[in-house]
């Protein structure tokens, strides 16, 4: 704790002496958004002289400043991510402190969180807590939202319970993600850079065509190589947790007449991830007497968040292809706008795993490595007719219509030997007399996501200072499942076949008395190679109420509920039995929040201030619970569950070429009220308990200052810090394994030194990552080799140094 506290006050020091990385004159600091471009139609016009009190955003389905909006809205422009370093979500989290990733051995199991709740699950058939939208389109699975931020423009977190104007699964809240829209004349950027640590090369560029009088385009490309900060000793000391990414994306805008404009959209994306090799950091034991197991002499580097090397015959990788396109039209009919969006998307994941740690099989410690190909596409039409908002009543009116469908083969092979008699020392299977079998399972499962809303929210504005907000949402889901597992051989991790007759058994035996246990066992043996199937639907009202006064011309106090949803799921995974096949209900949410938005200094100085409360009922989750008899951790609805705290954003531009901005988050999410499982009381996470990725406290500050020497060139200087407290990672009935899996309080502190030229033709930055070499795990898990600990060290645990160069044109 003394040492994270000397960090967090060391970042404090190096941001008051150096201010965060400048990108662009007369606009450092503050957020692209200030432009007024939104996804619907503005263009971006010259922000020379905008401040912190003009930023613009769309959380509302409108464009709107930041201040007049009753909503608690983080604003990260697209030169805070690239100051950053930020490639994608993860890096965001750095600078909204409300913000918190999950990081998994591979990218479609990452989740994020907000205010201390999201969902991490390992089904395909449940969805995340948070959606991420990106100019309008909802991306339905959470792993393709974790792509690279390219050419952005600005992402706002709005924080809470999103369901009226966003719909399901924004429970937890809505990432609202806006790229950069073409300009009117030719133009564009040339980037590259290089860091150390794993010799990681990125370049980018971007390009503005106009086509036509009123027809104007970009394109944007990226191509990015890193080689990873893990050595594996078992590939001849290669490094491993890098990637290869390359894509590309275009946008068209049209503007056939002053009341009609086209915007069609297109991205394509390719990603090979060696990542994330899991380090073992804790020391193998016997769990009775306690003693060092054998299998740590395979296990190298045992030093907890400080490993850095792995031993592992295979490499724990993800495949990724993605692509979509989009079509927006925006109507001026009278004084009302109709907005209409379409879109298809496609996302394939290949997951390759080593599920044992280990470079082979030995005596007692099996092989276990997974493959599981998935692909998945995504429909959707949106339909919105919006009032203008300087009238008495103001509102905003949409149908919604998706259809998400995922398809996924997942195959588990193991490697099981045995020795008579049983050798006291470390044995390999390719020992002499050893009894070699190989189980392998392959299961077969898919979803198909079915959602149809209509919603709505107005504003009365009762008088200038008074304003009275309204909105609904009706949604009606539905969610079909099916699955099949065949295996002629069961073992570590594999279960035995399952398809419509194991289940359809499985239900007879029960209503005929036998023990859900027993049943289960002896149902595998009515397999009739049909696949399971399951369907389930349901109806939900949410929405939103709340009120809005301006104490002062610059000072607007609002107070609202939300009722949020999530909708239903299924438990649908590789290892699907009998016992799990029930649907998990609905999750929904109960909020309240109280905020203060000021602006001082004409614009200058943007202080937000929002407190807030929050109750789950039903909330999906990774959850403990008997399966056959064995506790195991599956998704299910965990039982009730709240959240409450306080947040503070900041943004200051006291001059033109110098600028702060960051926030800091008190939050308090814990359990409530545990769901007990249906055999028994020993899975039971006391209630009280705080959630998993829910830091008491998360703090960021960062500054900009750009020395204009009216010379050739201007130099800029940087920093940017984060803190946050300690976090559990694993959610679980055992105190000691939750104390086992509980990451650290850490603060980290980049800088960065800078070359422009004064109009902003070139520039050169330096750049130091993690000052302080301030090492962490990004999420710690139990499961490892006789009882051991998995880590997952992210890049960002290690100092390493980088060099951007930028043309503009």
Not at 314 to 334: C, I, K, M, P, R
Not at 365 to 371: E, I, S
Not at 676 to 682: D, E, I, L, Q
Request: proline share 4%; with cysteine; charged share 20%.
């Amino acid at each position: 704790m003394t040492k994270a506290l000397y960090l967090s006050g060391a970042a404090l020091l190096a941001l008051t002496a150096a201010p965060s990385f400048a990108q662009d004159s007369g606009t450092a600091g503050v957020s692209a958004a200030t432009t007024g471009a939104d996804a619907q139609s503005a263009e971006p016009t010259d922000t020379d002289n905008a401040t912190p009190g003009d930023i613009v955003v769309t959380a509302q389905k409108r464009s709107e400043r930041l201040q007049d909006v009753p909503v608690a809205i983080s604003v990260v422009s697209g030169d805070q991510l690239a100051a950053k370093g930020a490639l994608n979500l993860e890096g965001a989290q750095y600078l909204v402190p409300t913000l918190n990733f999950r990081k998994s051995g591979t990218a479609i199991n990452q989740s994020l969180f907000l205010r201390g709740v999201g969902t991490s699950t390992f089904s395909i058939a449940g969805e995340p807590s948070i959606s991420t939208v990106v100019d309008g389109v909802v991306y339905s699975r959470a792993g393709e939202a974790f792509s690279d931020l390219i050419d952005i423009d600005r992402i706002e977190v709005l924080r809470g319970p999103q369901g009226t104007l966003f719909g399901k699964n924004t429970s937890a809240g809505v990432i609202n993600i806006i790229t950069k829209r073409p300009g009117d004349d030719f133009g564009g950027f040339l980037e590259g850079g290089y860091y150390t640590n794993g010799n990681e090369y990125r370049v980018r560029g971007a390009v503005d065509l106009p086509l036509g009088e009123n027809v104007k385009s970009r394109f944007t490309g990226f191509y990015g190589n890193y080689d990873g900060n893990i050595r594996n000793i078992a590939q001849n000391n290669d490094r491993v947790n890098g990637y290869e990414h390359y894509g590309v994306r275009g946008m068209i805008v049209a503007d056939p007449t002053p009341d009609l404009t086209f915007t069609l959209i297109a991205d394509y994306r390719k990603s090979k991830d060696d990542c994330c090799a899991e380090v073992i950091g804790t020391t193998p034991r016997n769990a009775t007497t306690g003693a060092v197991l054998p299998v740590a002499a395979v296990l190298p580097d045992i030093r907890g968040d400080k490993s850095r090397t792995v031993n592992q015959d295979l490499v724990t990788s993800t495949n990724e292809t993605s692509w979509g396109v989009s079509l927006q039209a925006d109507a001026q009919l009278g004084t009302q706008t109709v907005t209409y969006i379409g879109s298809y998307r496609e996302y394939d994941n290949e997951e390759i795993r080593d599920g044992d740690w280990l470079p082979q099989a030995y005596v007692g410690f099996n092989q276990l490595h997974d493959f599981g190909p998935q692909t998945s596409n995504t429909f959707t039409q949106e339909l919105r007719l919006t009032s203008p908002s300087d009238q008495f009543f103001s509102y905003v009116l949409g149908a919604f219509y998706s259809r998400a469908e995922t398809e996924r083969t997942f195959t588990r092979n193991d490697l099981v030997c045995t020795v008579t008699p049983t050798p006291p020392a470390l044995t390999p299977c390719t020992t002499t007399g050893a009894v070699v079998t190989r189980p392998t399972g392959t299961a077969e499962f898919g979803s198909v996501f079915k959602n149809l809303a209509f919603f709505g929210q107005g504003t009365f504005n009762i008088t200038d200072r008074f304003r009275v907000i309204g909105g609904f949402r009706y949604t009606s889901d539905q969610l079909d499942v099916s699955h099949i597992r065949r295996t002629t051989l069961t073992g570590p991790g594999i279960n035995g076949n399952f398809d419509r007759g194991v289940n359809n058994a499985y239900i007879r035996l029960v209503a005929a008395g036998v023990r859900p246990t027993d049943a289960a066992t002896q149902a595998v043996a009515f397999s009739d190679g049909v696949p399971f199937i399951a369907k389930t639907t349901n109806d939900n009202w949410s929405g939103k109420a709340g009120v809005q006064y301006d104490i002062a011309r610059q000072s607007t106090a609002y107070a609202t509920y939300s009722r949020g949803y999530k909708g239903p799921a299924f438990n649908v995974f590789f290892n699907l039995t009998a016992t799990g096949t029930n649907a998990i209900e609905p999750e929904t949410a109960d909020a309240y929040e109280i905020g203060l938005k000021n602006t001082f200094f004409d614009g200058k100085l943007v202080l937000n201030l929002a407190g807030y409360y929050a109750k789950y009922h039903n909330f999906q989750a990774n959850n403990p619970d008997f399966v056959a008899g064995v506790l195991v951790t599956r998704f299910t609805n965990a039982g009730e569950i709240s959240t409450r705290g306080g947040e503070l954003d900041i943004v200051f531009q006291p001059v033109r070429d110098l600028s702060f901005s960051g926030g800091l988050a008190y939050t308090d999410a814990h359990i409530d009220q545990f769901k007990v499982p249906v055999s028994g009381a020993a899975g039971v996470v006391p209630n009280g308990t705080t959630l998993g990725y829910a830091p008491k406290w998360k703090g960021s500050l960062g500054a900009d200052y750009r020395i204009r020497t009216g010379g050739m060139v201007d130099f800029t200087l940087g920093a940017q810090g984060s803190y946050q407290s300690k976090q559990i990672s694993q959610l679980d009935a055992s105190e000691a394994v939750r104390d086992a899996t509980t990451i650290k309080g850490y603060g980290l502190v980049d800088l960065a030194v800078g070359v422009v030229d004064n109009d902003d033709r070139f520039r050169l930055s330096f750049q130091v990552k993690n000052l302080f070499d301030q090492s962490f795990a990004s999420a710690i898990t139990s499961g490892g080799p006789g009882g051991s600990y998995r880590y997952l060290i992210p890049r960002e645990a290690d100092r390493y140094y980088g060099v951007t160069g930028r043309v503009n044109f």
